[in-house]
Structures are given as C-alpha cells and as structure tokens.
C-alpha cells in the first residue's frame, strides 16, 4: 500500500517569505535581513498587517520553484501519494492552482485548503507531514510523522520536533 505524504505550501514548498521579503524591500523600503525579518521584525505584524499580506495575490505566484524543491518532488513522487495541504485564504486559490499546473507539480490535482489541517490529515490518513510552523507541529505531530522545516521563525522548536535543514535532507526520514 503506497504511503501517503501531506505537505505545506508556504515555507515548505514555496518560498512565500522570501516572496513578502522582496516585497518589504522593495515596496516598504525595510532595511534588514531575510532572518532579521523572520526572526524578530515579523512579531510586530498586527492581523490586519498579517490579513493584508496573506492576500497579496501576486505573492503566491512570483516566485518559482527552487531546483530543490523540484528535485525532492521527483523523487518523492514515485514514493507517496503526495497532498498539498494549506492554510492560504481562498481568495489565492485560482493563484495557487495555476502555479502548480504551470510548473508540473506532481498530484496537482490534490490540493486543499483548509484552517484545519489535522481534522483533513486524519481523514486522508497522512503517514507523513512536512510543516514549518510550530503552531501546526504541535497538532499534526499527535496524527502523523512530522518534519519541520527549519526556519528563522520556528529556531526554538527544533529540539522539540524532527527538524531538517531542507527539503533534501527531509528524504532521510521519509521511509516507505
């Protein structure tokens, strides 16, 4: 029986924040660094700031695939049913299906977006879930493998979850 893996967009498999960085640089004329941004500044955001972002369009869709993710898709594709799992608003859902069909992501067809990610991981039965952000690690963890991707925003729960330092060196706890 093929293995079913669930995966996050944003931080995961698209680079969403270094998407809002270039926007901070560009449109806000912010100074400080990619971690500086996503370590401390990003603390500040309000709802209505986070609300403003996360509705950017145009940021679900600038930025392409990096060679890794690419890579790590072909060769988990032959391995897993693959879901894309996300918590993106739906407003950004036509966006985010036609950048999956434009560069061939694989089980394209499985994309959902949710707020409740557990609830959709039980009923898909998701071995295993590759996630970024901790909020989201500490639920999915209780129904399934769970692989942090290390990021500026979630250092201090490293020791508390499997962590890689990338989508490659994640291929060294998925099993069949």
């Given at each position: 029986?093929?293995?079913?893996?669930g995966l996050d967009l944003d931080g995961v498999i698209y680079p969403w924040h270094e998407a809002v960085y270039e926007y901070?640089?560009?449109y806000k004329n912010y100074t400080?660094?990619?971690?500086?941004?996503?370590?401390v500044d990003y603390?500040?955001?309000?709802?209505t700031d986070w609300e403003f972002l996360t509705n950017i369009d145009y940021l679900y869709s600038?930025?392409?695939p990096t060679p890794e993710c690419t890579n790590f898709l072909n060769k988990v594709k032959y391995r897993f049913d693959i879901y894309y799992i996300t918590g993106r608003p739906n407003s950004v859902k036509t966006t985010t299906e036609l950048f999956l069909k434009r560069y061939k992501f694989p089980f394209r067809?499985?994309?959902?977006?949710?707020?409740?990610k557990a609830n959709t991981c039980r009923r898909l039965q998701?071995?295993?879930?590759?996630?970024d952000l901790p909020v989201n690690m500490k639920v999915l963890s209780k129904i399934a493998n769970t692989i942090m991707i290390a990021r500026p925003y979630n250092k201090e729960y490293r020791d508390t979850y499997t962590t890689a330092s990338s989508l490659k060196d994640s291929l060294r706890f998925l099993e069949d």
């Open positions: 029986m093929t293995k079913v893996l901070f640089r560009l400080g660094s990619f971690n500086k941004l996503w370590e603390l500040s955001f309000t709802k600038c930025m392409m067809e499985n994309l959902i977006f949710t707020e409740d998701i071995d295993y879930y590759i996630e």
